[in-house]
């Protein structure tokens, strides 16, 4: 075995099979900065705009080892094969992965061949100190908090880790960091801000269906005006004049805050997008998003009833939504309304009143965006308990999670589930034409799906739903549409 080289090479596989899609990887980026911080010398590569000969050839260069993020979702198919071209190249570098997958199924992960250490949550200190184990020769990683490991015939999951002080962490996109950043402000934006920012980590609220009660333990921490301040000048300084707030919920919903870095946001004419609760906004506030750069917002509704919002503990109910809506609309801020349907135990009345507040939405606030995503079961989320009790069986290997998502229903308790993928498919043709496909490629290629699917909706008819086949194709050929798009543009 020749030796290593004394450097950590940190891979981000393509979490989508949609282009658009690319966004910085903070994910990677901030274990990146924090290393770098401390002396260890890193290369990033990002499947999304790196070429596959550069992870090829950083491999060769036998890293001290290589670090894989991933989610629950399509990005797991990626992870794995870049991880079997490592062994294929050279089987005595180490693996590591990391992200909410890892996290939640840390022992699962563990036992596939193709991976060599987890690391739980989050993974900065647990990350540096694997390294400094490794640089000094250690075989016993027991000392090490957060991580998971092969050792002694065994796999071991350590003790998890507390957390960091946010306001010790370093910025992002310095040293190597500012490499890929600059990579993405070359890039086309006429689809999405693609350059993140987090202000803060966790969320305050607890809904039965994200990674965040899990993966942060209902603990939140926001930076403070000075760290946020300091950051963004630096970024303004880099270029970059868009930007997406990675938030799980905007400064955790910390209104005095916001008023500051609205200020602040005004005043460097930043353009920027954000995550935000529906309940958050009196028209003040909301004029205050507008004049300080905002040009979407999400709102994450789920359901029109109190019931079902109560059984995933959204934490707010019709009153609050229909408020909401009220505020947003007069906003004049181009806003997404996200709906949900198949939860466990949903009935069918339950779904098409899902379905008809869509239509409602839209009558009270026009042109807003409506997609519907079915439910996916996510390892470690509150209503995965549920998803059990109601008969799901979870995949018994790592390489089973790679097609959970809401464009992929595998609940059982569903009747129907090509019903529900039409549905998917047919909310994001219909309402969210104007902001990804419009422009994107072509009208002469989507524009007569999209007024098809206008058709569908208001009929709700779902007959011969060729477009589900069409969608299939894409994502297992998405070279073909990339080609197809640059072909177009031309």
């Not at 393509?14 to 966004?23: I, L, T």
């Not at 609050?320 to 996200?338: H, W």
């Not at 047919?426 to 496909?437: E, I, Q, T, V």
Request: charge should be positive.
């Amino acid at each position: 075995m020749k030796s290593r080289n004394n450097f950590i090479l940190l891979a981000y596989p393509n979490a989508s099979p949609f282009p658009y899609h690319a966004w910085t990887p903070l994910a990677i980026l901030s274990l990146g900065a924090y290393l770098e911080q401390h002396g260890i010398s890193v290369e990033y590569f990002d499947e999304r705009i790196h070429k596959k000969e550069r992870f090829k050839e950083l491999v060769a260069r036998n890293p001290l080892m290589i670090g894989l993020s991933t989610m629950t979702c399509f990005q797991i198919k990626n992870t794995l094969r870049l991880a079997k071209l490592v062994r294929r190249i050279n089987p005595d570098i180490p693996l590591v992965w990391g992200g909410t997958h890892p996290s939640m199924m840390a022992e699962q992960t563990l036992e596939s061949e193709l991976v060599d250490f987890v690391v739980k949550g989050e993974g900065e200190q647990t990350l540096l100190e694997l390294v400094r184990a490794m640089q000094d020769g250690k075989k016993d990683f027991s000392g090490i908090l957060g991580l998971g490991w092969k050792g002694n015939g065994k796999n071991t999951l350590n003790e998890d880790r507390d957390f960091l002080n946010i306001e010790d962490l370093p910025f992002p996109y310095e040293g190597k960091g500012k490499e890929i950043l600059l990579e993405y402000i070359r890039r086309s934006t006429d689809t999405l801000e693609n350059i993140g920012y987090e202000s803060s980590r966790g969320c305050p609220h607890k809904c039965g269906f994200c990674y965040n009660v899990f993966f942060h333990k209902n603990v939140c921490r926001v930076k403070s005006l000075e760290k946020v301040r300091t950051e963004l000048l630096k970024l303004k300084e880099l270029g970059v004049n868009k930007l997406t707030f990675y938030d799980d919920t905007f400064l955790a919903g910390k209104k005095d805050l916001m008023v500051n870095i609205l200020e602040l946001l005004k005043e460097l004419n930043f353009k920027w997008i954000a995550n935000v609760r529906i309940n958050t906004f009196t028209p003040e506030l909301i004029r205050k998003f507008k004049e300080g750069g905002c040009v979407y917002l999400f709102f994450g509704v789920e359901s029109p009833d109190d019931e079902v919002l109560k059984f995933i503990r959204k934490g707010q109910n019709r009153k609050m939504i229909d408020a909401g809506i009220e505020v947003a609309s007069r906003g004049d801020i181009p806003t997404l309304y996200s709906l949900l349907i198949g939860l466990p135990g949903e009935t069918e009345e339950q779904m098409n009143r899902t379905l008809d507040f869509a239509d409602e939405i839209r009558r009270r606030h026009p042109g807003a965006e409506v997609p519907i995503q079915p439910y996916v079961p996510l390892p470690g989320t509150l209503l995965y308990k549920e998803a059990l009790k109601h008969g799901f069986k979870a995949p018994t290997h790592l390489e089973g999670w790679k097609n959970f998502t809401n464009d992929e229903v595998r609940n059982p308790w569903i009747k129907n589930p090509r019903l529900l993928n039409a549905i998917y498919i047919n909310s994001f043709l219909a309402f969210r034409y104007d902001r990804f496909l419009k422009n994107f490629w072509s009208k002469i290629v989507f524009g007569p799906l999209h007024a098809l699917s206008l058709w569908r909706w208001r009929k709700r008819n779902y007959t011969c739903f060729f477009e589900l086949y069409l969608y299939l194709a894409y994502k297992r050929s998405g070279r073909f549409f990339i080609w197809l798009e640059k072909l177009i543009k031309n």
